[in-house]
């Protein structure tokens, strides 16, 4: 193609359709960007695991916590696990596709979602501790 005007972005990975340059967001200058359900559920964990370590200090402080997609392998006994407590690696996995699709709240807004989130995180932590979920977090636990 000798004498051709084509040319190779040199951001081969961002889009650059038709030589306008790159687009702007979907919600516009004016709009606060779209959240997605992922940041939604990465937010309410890791404000829950803050509150905990600080209620905890000394008991969390070797603790790892993770976010998994969906655990591996068959469904248990009780179901299809939404978190998993290892003790000895001092580590806890919570599934985040479980916790979400899997949770019959009675009415599916912001608030009953973070709650019940949160009620996971501190379920998994009491599994961890021995504990009742509501001596881990009694003025934020709530029973789903």
Known sequence: ????????????GRRDRHGRGIRSAVTGPMLPPIRTRLDFFDSCVGSAVEFVRDEWPEELAEVHFEIGMA???EPGPLGVDRWQVSARERRIVLYRLPIERLAHLHKNDDWHRRSFIESCVFRAVAELLGKDPWDIAPERYRHF
């Open 1 to 12: 193609m000798t004498g051709s005007s084509h040319r190779v972005s040199a951001r081969s």
């Open 71 to 73: 655990p591996s392998g």
